[in-house]
Every structure is written in C-alpha cells, then in structure tokens.
C-alpha cells in the first residue's frame, strides 16, 4: 500500500486482524492486514492480505482497471505503476478512439489504464 500511496498521492488506513481482539484469529494472521484503504481526492482503493484459510495464487489472479479523462494525472499513475514492473503495452490511442495500456507492477498485480477524449 506504500507502493500504491507513492504512485496515488494520499492518506492510507491499516486494520490488523488482530485488531478485531477475536481470539479465534490464528497466530500467523494477527500482523496481516484485514484492510487497508487508501484515499485520496480522486480515488478511494482498499486492498486485504488473504483470509485465513484462504489459498493465494499469484500471476493471474487479479487484473484492476483505472479509467477516467484526465490524461495528464492517468498517464502519471500509470508511470508510477510501471516503475520498476513491466509494459506489455504502452500507452496508446487505440481504435476505439481512447488511449489505452497495461503494465503490470513491480507486485506482479495487471493495471490497464483507459484514458477517455475530455468532452469537447
């Protein structure tokens, strides 16, 4: 969530599992993260580390999607989301008339950016 703060600008939140004071939280758990948020003026995103029990697979297991008109302000999150992580496609104007790309960071997590013509 530092990671994301430093790309989004921001304030961000953590509750730990055991901040829930449940004596049924295993040991293992009670460090990780039930929620995190993240929020700044344009955007609020929340994030969780895996439930207890849960399996986690990596690689495609998630894909997020940012979309919006403000060129300037998307194409910096996408930058900042590509820093250190990989471009499969950089950003472009696509057929459909938007700019497009995907990369995925340095976390392994998939974004697409979708930036729309501002109305005219």
Known sequence: MNFYQSVFGGEVHFSRFSDMNDPSVPEGYKNKIMH?????????????????????TFGSNVDMSLAGKDEALLTKYFNGLA??????????????????????????????????????
């Open 36 to 56: 995190a948020t993240l929020t700044t003026s344009a955007l609020t995103f929340m994030a969780s580390d895996a439930q207890p029990g849960s399996q986690v």
């Open 83 to 120: 820093a250190g992580g990989v471009v499969e496609m950089p950003l472009a104007k696509q057929f459909w008339g938007d700019t497009f790309g995907m990369a995925t960071d340095k976390f392994g997590i998939h974004w697409m950016v979708d930036i729309s013509p501002a109305q005219q």
